[in-house]
Structure formats: C-alpha cells, structure tokens
C-alpha cells in the first residue's frame, strides 16, 4: 500500500507527484486545498518516498496502486491533481476508471511520448558515493558539476534521508529507475479516450506542453481546457503556486 498523507475533510482530491519527487512536496498546496474543503490525499507513488520499493515502475503498475488505494480508503469518486509523472499517471487512471473520476487536473506534461531527458540528473545521482560521507553539504558539492541550478539539486537533496546513524540515502529507487530511463516518457494509448472536462496547465516558460501537442490533448481528451500559468516553468505548482492554486480552485468548484 501506498504511503499518503491525508488532510482535512469534503471531497477527496487526490494530487499525484512528478518523477524524483514526493508527498511532502505538495504539502503547502496540499493544505490550501484541504482549507479549501477538500479532503486531501498525497501519496508517495511507488519508489518514491516512503512508499514501498519495486523492480516493476510501469504506468499500468502505478495505476494499479491508485486503484488499490482508492478501494482500501473507500474512495468511490476522486478529483485529481497529477504533476508530470503524475499528470501521466492521473491521465491513465481516468482513461482507465471514468465513473471513478471526477475532475482531472494535468500539470505541465501531454499525452505524448518523450524521450530521456534527465541525463545530467542521474549523473549526478550516481555521482553520489554515500559511503564517503554523511554530510549533506559534501552530498551536494558532488552533484553540483552536473547540475549547477541550486533548485534543482535542492529539490534532490529533500529525497535524502538518514538511513541509520552514520548513513544517509536516497528514499526513491535510483538502482530501478538507472535500469530503464525510458519507461518514464511513456506515451497514453493511441486509443484512450476520457470525455469530461479536464483542465491542462502549462508552465509559461515550460516547453513541456507546445501548441503543437494540442491536436493529441484533444484527440485524448476532446473537453480539455489549456491554461497558462505565467512565470513559471516545469515546476510551476512551486514557482507561482498562488495563480496554481487561483486557477485549479476555480475548475474543482465548478459545478
């Protein structure tokens, strides 16, 4: 089962995080909606933060465990919130249980295949050598050759933990996701069709989703609305979470 963090009480909106990331990223966000009168599930998927470990990372696998987790909490009709990773885990889930969702949200990420492109992040993740060192600041002086962006190793550093007293680690599953960098860009079944509203937001300065992608957001999901969040890129929900907020708030509560 999945690991989740779960606040306040309505309806149940479940938020979906990006690759290399996990529930305590969306824990700020997560309480605004939760005030908003949403009861708010935020699990770790899958070999990513306290959630179990697994040599299958498929997104018919990571589907499975929403579906797993949806039916152990009793949760009959979820809204969702699916960030990247996420976005594409939330798109399959709703292609896949219709009468089971209830509004879709998709951060920064389209139906489409993409190919591998964190190759600077994982050389700097296996550049890592925990065995030398217990120091967090040491930690990161390693990965900074291959990524100089601050908060991009920042965003890393969160998923390092103390494994015991003299030793820290990764929590996500680095030795799986080194064994196939390209199960990740996965694109949605050229079949998979989901009728409801759903609303896509875009990262102004992201280059994730492209005018060009709107013909296959539409072929998916025919009653898709783009919106721009502005000054922000990928990590949008981080970098302007006040408009995130204003503009997803606004689509769960229409009627």
């Given amino acids: 089962m999945l690991y989740s963090k779960i606040e306040g009480q309505g309806e149940p909106l479940l938020i979906l995080h990006g690759f290399l990331g996990?529930?305590?990223?969306?824990?700020?966000?997560?309480?605004?909606?939760?005030?908003?009168?949403?009861?708010?599930?935020?699990?770790?998927?899958?070999?990513?933060?306290?959630?179990?470990?697994?040599?299958?990372?498929?997104?018919?696998?990571?589907?499975?465990?929403?579906?797993?987790?949806?039916?152990?909490?009793n949760l009959s009709s979820v809204s969702i919130i699916g960030h990247s990773m996420g976005g594409k885990i939330a798109m399959n889930f709703a292609v896949k249980n219709p009468e089971m969702t209830s509004k879709l949200i998709v951060a920064d990420i389209a139906p489409k295949y993409y190919r591998p492109h964190h190759q600077e992040i994982f050389q700097a993740l296996n550049a890592v050598d925990f065995s030398k060192t217990s120091d967090r600041g040491e930690i990161e002086e390693m990965m900074k050759p291959?990524?100089?962006?601050?908060?991009t190793r920042q965003f890393?550093?969160?998923?390092?933990?103390?494994?015991?007293?003299?030793?820290?680690?990764?929590?996500?599953?680095?030795?799986?996701?080194n064994k196939d960098q390209d199960a990740?860009?996965?694109?949605?079944?050229?079949?998979?069709?989901?009728?409801k509203p759903v609303l896509f937001l875009k990262g102004e300065n992201s280059n994730y989703i492209r005018e060009t992608d709107?013909?296959?957001?539409?072929?998916?999901?025919?009653?898709?609305?783009?919106?721009?969040v502005s000054n922000a890129s990928h990590w949008l929900h981080a970098e302007n979470p006040d408009e995130f907020f204003d503009k997803a708030i606004k689509y769960l509560k229409e009627s």
Avoid at 47 to 73: L, Q, W
Avoid at 146 to 151: D, G, K, M, Q
Avoid at 156 to 177: C, G, H, P, T
Wanted: glycine share 4%; charged share 30%.
């Fill in 22 to 73: 996990m529930s305590d990223n969306w824990k700020t966000l997560g309480n605004r909606f939760a005030d908003a009168g949403f009861e708010v599930h935020i699990p770790d998927m899958r070999n990513h933060g306290r959630s179990f470990h697994s040599d299958e990372f498929t997104y018919p696998a990571m589907v499975a465990d929403i579906e797993e987790y949806c039916k152990d909490k």
């Fill in 146 to 151: 291959y990524i100089p962006e601050s908060s």
């Fill in 156 to 177: 890393l550093m969160k998923s390092i933990y103390r494994k015991s007293q003299d030793e820290l680690a990764f929590r996500f599953n680095l030795e799986v996701f």
């Fill in 184 to 195: 990740i860009g996965d694109a949605l079944d050229a079949e998979a069709h989901f009728e």
């Fill in 214 to 228: 709107t013909s296959e957001i539409r072929h998916h999901f025919p009653n898709a609305t783009i919106e721009i």
